[in-house]
Each structure stands twice: as structure tokens, then as C-alpha cells.
């Protein structure tokens, strides 16, 4: 079948916009512009939310869940707005759904500034340890916050107060 492509109907509407496309009895449902599957030059396939190549890249690890439909998300999607993105303006991606990620992979496959991180350690990023939750570090092209998991932010408002503070001074 051939593909559409209806990004330009996000300058129109601003609700989800649902494509329901029919191939004999069977249906395919996506939700544009959502999420998408994305190979890097290592074959990988990596699962992403949102728009890819924004300056702001959001890593996630939400184990065994549907992200979509999780306080956790809900959470995030308050703390992009406090800072004034939607999810068409940064990219997500839950590490917990796709295989081996790291800077290097990030890096070749996405176009980002800013990274924000929930829940992973830098060295699981190959960033080595040096970073501090809710202090900015900068590198050649980069600025990194790395955060508590979603899950703890819900529960801890002084977490929530450091983030906020971090990201008011990044934005």
C-alpha cells in the first residue's frame, strides 16, 4: 500500500490524528505522529515517540508497560509543558523497549542539544559516572540532566522541585 505522508494536518488540528488504512479483512491502526521505528547504521531498530531529530531528546525506563498509559507519561507530558514542548516538539524514547542503547547509538540516530534523562544511570548511556542528578553537564554539542525515574518524581515533590529548578535554568 502506498504511504501517505499527512504530517501537514498537525498545523490544522491539534488532537491526535488517527489513519485507519484497509488491506483485505485486516486493519491497521497509527496514530500520526506518535511513535515510529527507526534503523540506525548498526541494523538496530529503535523505537521512538514524538518527532525525531528536535533539539531535545527524553530517554525513559519504563519496564514491562505501555508507556502511553502510565502516570508516568501523563508526568512527563506536565513537565515538557512546564518548559513549553509538546510531544511533537521533543523526542522520546523508553529504553526499556528497544535493545542495547547507548551515547554513540543516540548520537548517530538522533539529532539533539538537549537530553534529558529519567531513571538511567550515565554509564548505561556510556557517559562514564560523573553526573549529578538535576545539575546540567555540557559537552561539545551536548547539555545532559539526568533525574530519578518518573516513578520516584510522582512520589517526591522536593525530586520534582530540583528538576524544575535544572530544567528552568536549561530552557
Do not use: C
Amino acid at each position: 500500500m502506498e504511504d501517505k505522508d499527512y504530517s501537514f494536518l498537525k498545523v490544522f488540528m491539534e488532537e491526535p490524528i488517527f489513519i485507519v488504512e484497509k488491506e483485505g479483512q485486516n486493519h491497521i491502526i497509527a496514530e500520526e505522529p506518535t511513535s515510529g521505528y527507526e534503523a540506525n547504521t548498526n541494523q538496530q531498530s529503535i523505537r521512538f515517540y514524538g518527532e525525531k531529530d528536535k533539539n531535545v531528546l527524553v530517554l525513559v525506563d519504563l519496564q514491562n508497560t505501555d508507556l502511553l498509559k502510565t502516570p508516568e507519561y501523563d508526568l512527563l507530558l506536565k513537565i515538557m509543558g512546564a518548559i513549553n514542548l509538546t510531544l511533537n516538539q521533543f523526542t522520546l524514547v523508553n529504553v526499556a523497549d528497544n535493545a542495547t542503547i547507548d551515547f554513540p547509538i543516540l548520537t548517530d540516530e538522533f539529532n539533539f542539544q538537549q537530553l534529558i534523562v529519567f531513571g538511567i544511570t550515565p554509564s548505561s548511556l556510556s557517559l562514564g559516572d560523573s553526573a549529578v542528578n538535576y545539575f546540567p553537564v555540557k559537552n561539545e554539542a551536548h547539555t545532559f540532566i539526568f533525574s530519578d525515574s518518573l516513578s520516584e518524581l510522582i512520589k517526591d515533590i522536593g525530586k520534582k522541585k530540583l528538576l524544575w529548578a535544572s530544567l528552568k535554568n536549561l530552557f
